[in-house]
């Protein structure tokens, strides 16, 4: 396997976090004086400072060749099958996932890193346990990688400078970019990166600050790197012209992160009172008047900017053993694609090879022969703060089923996720790390708001409890004691229990549980 951390590439990440590290810091603590400033007032809105930015003529950089079509984009981690299984898809985009669908267990960073190098150089194989052999294909385009590194939140604690642990958002893009940007870019490719979970133009401004560094110290040309981002929280979607605006000269679209958008409404807003109380997460769909109008403005920014607007990921799975999974599968993702091609959007996502030709029938449908939809004449609405927060049109209402289903899934993906699985497939349903943060804020908002649920009872951390044991005696009853046993289902309930009922909201449940790796990796 390629080696990784070879001198200069590690110093290369030292210098980026000597350069930005404490900036990154900073804006992690503004996050925090934004929120209870929005706490304590109950109100955000779109920032006075920055009106002649949204109000101003300006483009973002042309697209390259590559990234001019992405009407299909597969997701997924990046370990070594599922990277020639996306590139093969047949969906233009590849996003290689150190992010979401990811644990940030060393050997995932560091393999995912060695996958990719490999899968850029055109050298990556693969054999299963039962002797199937993998390879890249050669009768038809190879997906574009775009990498998708950490959120600025998570530290990567196996790399220190001066004893302090460098941004696991550093290391994934430094690694990257140093090993593979010249390379991509002899190719005719780029260094491409999907930017997640950002809350402010600043941190997209920190972004562009480390793309302009790196293209400089590496000699790449500058206006190289493509980055887009995932509009996946609620103060960003006040600052999408702003973010697009600060990475203009590598901007190449913004998203629409629908599941980490959900969580982030939700943490937002926990203690904001009943006007900011959810349904039942499966019942928020992206019909809800809030989800709408996020979209509606994501089209209508991007498209203003000349910036593509993705589509988010539908989380139904299909089934190549169960027809009637299969079926309903591809139903939901049709219907979630016609929707957004019918919205305008570029392109989507899909997390499964066989939902690519679902996506890609609907968008060609939509585009014909135009690679995108930038053509299309931007709607003429205006989307107003309030539309942003109306949570109260929301249909549906907190259930006792979706309280269970909520300490279910959430016990399941994080015992998953400690054990280095980031995405799984729960009830033909994708989780990913943005579920189980829903279903544990959800808990924490409807403790916190005395909630009542359709069976009258009001929700109270006993009743969670009580249900957590109830959930874990039927999780043993259908895994079996010895998978019960070896799993990590005693981590999962204690960082579970912890993140969903603790007085004090953690911002992150990756953050404990990645202490709890970190503890299991001393130990072992
Ligand atoms: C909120 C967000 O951020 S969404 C984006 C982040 N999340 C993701 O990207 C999740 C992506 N999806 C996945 O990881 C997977 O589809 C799962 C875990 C949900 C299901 O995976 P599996 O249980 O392997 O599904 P299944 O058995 O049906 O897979 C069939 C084949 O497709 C492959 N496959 C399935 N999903 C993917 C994928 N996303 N990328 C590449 N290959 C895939 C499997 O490796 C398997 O290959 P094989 O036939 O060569 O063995
Ligand atoms: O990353 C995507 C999301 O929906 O969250
Ligand atoms: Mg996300």
Same mark, same amino acid.
């Given at each position: 396997?390629? &080696?990784?951390?070879?001198?200069?590439?590690?110093?290369?990440?030292?210098?980026? /976090?000597?350069?930005?590290?404490?900036?990154?810091?900073?804006?992690?603590?503004?996050?925090?004086?934004?929120?209870?400033?929005?706490?304590?007032?109950?109100?955000?809105?779109?920032?006075?400072?920055?009106?002649?930015? @949204?109000?101003?003529?300006?483009?973002?950089?042309?697209?390259?060749?590559?990234?001019?079509?992405?009407?299909?984009?597969?997701? *997924?981690?990046?370990?070594?099958?599922?990277?020639?299984?996306?590139?093969?898809?047949?969906?233009?985009?590849?996003?290689?996932?150190?992010?979401?669908?990811?644990?940030?267990?060393?050997?995932?960073?560091?393999? !995912?890193?060695?996958?990719?190098?490999?899968?850029?150089? @055109?050298?990556?194989?693969? =054999?299963?346990?039962?002797?199937? &052999?993998?390879?890249?294909?050669?009768? /038809?385009?190879?997906?574009?990688?775009?990498?998708?590194?950490?959120?600025?939140?998570?530290?990567?604690?196996?790399?220190?400078?001066?004893?302090?642990?460098?941004?696991?958002?550093?290391?994934?893009? *430094?690694?990257?970019?140093?090993?593979?940007?010249?390379?991509?870019?002899?190719?005719?490719?780029?260094?491409?990166?999907?930017?997640?979970?950002?809350?402010?133009?600043?941190?997209?401004?920190?972004?562009?600050?480390?793309?302009?560094?790196?293209?400089?110290?590496?000699?790449?040309?500058?206006?190289?790197?493509?980055?887009?981002?995932?509009?996946?929280?609620?103060?960003?979607?006040?600052?999408?012209?702003?973010?697009?605006?600060?990475?203009?000269? /590598?901007?190449?679209?913004?998203?629409?992160?629908?599941?980490?958008?959900?969580?982030?409404?939700?943490?937002?807003?926990?203690?904001?009172?009943?006007?900011?109380?959810?349904?039942? @997460?499966?019942?928020?769909?992206?019909?809800?008047?809030?989800?709408?109008?996020?979209?509606?403005?994501?089209?209508?920014?991007?498209?203003?900017?000349?910036?593509?607007?993705?589509?988010?990921?539908?989380?139904?799975?299909?089934?190549?053993?169960?027809?009637?999974?299969?079926?309903?599968?591809?139903?939901?993702? @049709?219907?979630?694609?016609?929707?957004?091609?019918?919205?305008?959007?570029?392109?989507?996502?899909?997390?499964?090879?066989?939902?690519?030709?679902?996506?890609?029938?609907?968008?060609?449908?939509?585009?014909?022969?135009?690679?995108?939809?930038?053509?299309?004449?931007?709607?003429?609405?205006?989307?107003?703060?309030?539309?942003?927060?109306?949570?109260?049109?929301?249909?549906?209402?907190?259930?006792?089923?979706?309280?269970?289903?909520?300490?279910?899934?959430?016990?399941?993906?994080?015992?998953?996720?400690?054990?280095?699985? *980031?995405?799984?497939?729960?009830?033909?349903?994708?989780?990913?790390?943005?579920?189980?943060?829903?279903?544990?804020?959800?808990?924490?908002?409807?403790? /916190?708001?005395?909630?009542?649920?359709?069976?009258?009872?009001?929700?109270?951390? !006993?009743?969670?409890?009580?249900?957590?044991?109830? &959930?874990?005696?039927?999780?043993?009853?259908?895994?079996?004691?010895?998978?019960?046993?070896?799993?990590?289902?005693?981590?999962?309930?204690?960082?579970?229990?912890?993140?969903?009922?603790?007085? =004090?909201?953690?911002?992150?449940? =990756?953050?404990?549980?990645?202490?709890?790796?970190?503890?299991?990796?001393?130990?072992?």
């Amino acid at each position: 396997m390629p &080696e990784m951390l070879t001198p200069e590439a590690v110093e290369f990440v030292h210098e980026l /976090h000597r350069e930005f590290g404490a900036r990154r810091n900073e804006l992690l603590a503004a996050r925090q004086v934004r929120r209870a400033e929005v706490a304590r007032s109950g109100r955000l809105d779109f920032l006075p400072g920055t009106a002649a930015i @949204r109000a101003g003529n300006w483009t973002v950089a042309p697209a390259p060749d590559d990234l001019r079509d992405r009407r299909v984009e597969m997701t *997924g981690p990046t370990d070594r099958k599922m990277t020639i299984n996306a590139l093969n898809s047949g969906a233009r985009v590849w996003l290689a996932d150190q992010e979401d669908a990811s644990t940030p267990h060393w050997h995932n960073v560091i393999g !995912g890193q060695q996958n990719l190098y490999d899968a850029i150089r @055109r050298t990556i194989t693969y =054999t299963s346990e039962a002797g199937k &052999e993998y390879t890249l294909a050669t009768d /038809h385009r190879l997906a574009t990688i775009v990498m998708r590194p950490r959120g600025w939140h998570l530290d990567e604690r196996h790399v220190e400078v001066d004893g302090e642990p460098v941004a696991g958002a550093i290391v994934d893009f *430094g690694l990257y970019f140093f090993h593979n940007a010249a390379e991509l870019i002899a190719r005719g490719s780029g260094p491409y990166f999907y930017l997640p979970k950002l809350e402010s133009h600043l941190e997209a401004r920190l972004w562009n600050d480390i793309f302009v560094h790196a293209q400089d110290r590496l000699g790449i040309p500058q206006g190289s790197v493509r980055a887009t981002v995932l509009i996946e929280t609620i103060p960003a979607a006040f600052e999408m012209d702003e973010i697009l605006y600060e990475l203009r000269d /590598h901007a190449s679209g913004l998203n629409a992160g629908r599941w980490d958008y959900l969580f982030s409404v939700i943490k937002y807003f926990r203690d904001s009172g009943p006007d900011f109380v959810l349904p039942d @997460r499966n019942a928020v769909t992206m019909t809800a008047p809030f989800l709408r109008a996020y979209t509606r403005l994501l089209v209508q920014t991007c498209h203003r900017r000349g910036a593509f607007a993705m589509g988010g990921m539908a989380a139904f799975i299909p089934s190549r053993k169960d027809p009637e999974v299969n079926e309903l599968a591809f139903a939901k993702v @049709r219907a979630d694609k016609q929707r957004e091609a019918g919205d305008g959007f570029d392109g989507s996502w899909v997390a499964h090879p066989d939902l690519v030709p679902i996506c890609r029938e609907v968008f060609d449908g939509v585009l014909g022969d135009r690679p995108n939809q930038l053509d299309k004449p931007v709607e003429d609405v205006v989307i107003a703060a309030a539309d942003l927060i109306d949570l109260r049109s929301t249909p549906g209402e907190p259930t006792e089923a979706g309280l269970r289903n909520n300490v279910r899934v959430g016990l399941l993906y994080v015992e998953a996720w400690l054990r280095g699985n *980031g995405a799984v497939g729960i009830d033909n349903l994708m989780e990913d790390a943005a579920t189980a943060e829903i279903a544990r804020s959800q808990i924490w908002q409807w403790v /916190h708001n005395q909630v009542k649920l359709d069976t009258g009872e009001q929700v109270t951390a !006993g009743l969670v409890e009580q249900i957590i044991v109830d &959930e874990l005696e039927a999780i043993l009853e259908s895994v079996g004691a010895d998978t019960f046993r070896a799993g990590q289902f005693g981590s999962a309930r204690r960082i579970f229990t912890d993140v969903a009922l603790a007085d =004090t909201y953690a911002d992150f449940l =990756t953050l404990p549980a990645y202490d709890a790796v970190l503890e299991a990796e001393c130990a072992s």
